[in-house]
Every structure is written in C-alpha cells, then in structure tokens.
Nanobody, 120 residues
Framework: QVQLVESGGGLVQAGESLRLSCVAS????????MAWHRQAPGNERELVAR???????NYGDSVKGRFTISNDNAKNTVYLQMSSLKPEDTGVYYC??????????????WGQGTQVTVSS
C-alpha cells in the first residue's frame, strides 16, 4: 500500500517563507512525477507546481518566481519551498505522485493535506 505523508505547514505572516515536504512509502517500482496542489475555502483545487523524475518543472502562474519545487528520488520525497508568501496563498496543500506500481500500472496517489495559513 502506497502512502504519501506531507509535513511543514503552519501559520506565517505575509512575506515569510515555509518549506513543505512529502514522502512516499510502500511497495512500488518508480515515481514518475510529483506535484503540489492547493485548495482554498470555496475554491477548486489547483496545481501549484509539478516536477518529473528527470527534473522538469512547471508552476502555476500565481506562484512563479516565489515557489520552488524540488525532489529527492532516492528518498521518494518532494519539497515545496515557498517564499514571499501572501494571504492568498492560504489553503490546504496536497502532495500527489504518479507512481509505477508493482502491478506495472501507474496511478496517482494523494497525501492527506497540510494547512498553510498566511496572515496579513
């Protein structure tokens, strides 16, 4: 059973930084891509950033230049470094990973989410 566990959320003031982490555990062959998403109250879940196994990245327009996604394939871990945080960055942040399982099929797995609150 594959599980993703996020950590690093919290309450910060505008302009400050936070670093989120997400680690995958369980039996699988390979992680193909990792991503962070967020959902604010009353809003749909949106993609924040994504990174492939090879290191290619893409970001949501609202976080470009402020957030950086990185990964450590050996540790099955993805990070999200968030800088210059704004109140509108507030929400629940979810990690997802596209994983090639032992059944030879790929599927997406999701973490339980971690709350990020940015006060003005």
């Amino acid at each position: 059973q594959v599980q993703l566990v996020e950590s690093g959320g919290g309450l910060v003031q505008a302009g400050e930084s936070l670093r989120l982490s997400c680690v995958a555990s369980g039996a699988f062959f390979r992680i193909e891509a990792m991503a962070w998403h967020r959902q604010a109250p009353g809003n749909e879940r949106e993609l924040v950033a994504r990174i492939t196994r090879g290191g290619s990245t893409n970001y949501g327009d609202s976080v470009k230049g402020r957030f950086t996604i990185s990964n450590d394939n050996a540790k099955n871990t993805v990070y999200l470094q968030m800088s210059s945080l704004k109140p509108e960055d507030t929400g629940v942040y979810y990690c997802s990973m596209n994983i090639l399982g032992i059944s030879r099929y790929t599927r997406d797995y999701w973490g339980q989410g971690t709350q990020v609150t940015v006060s003005s």
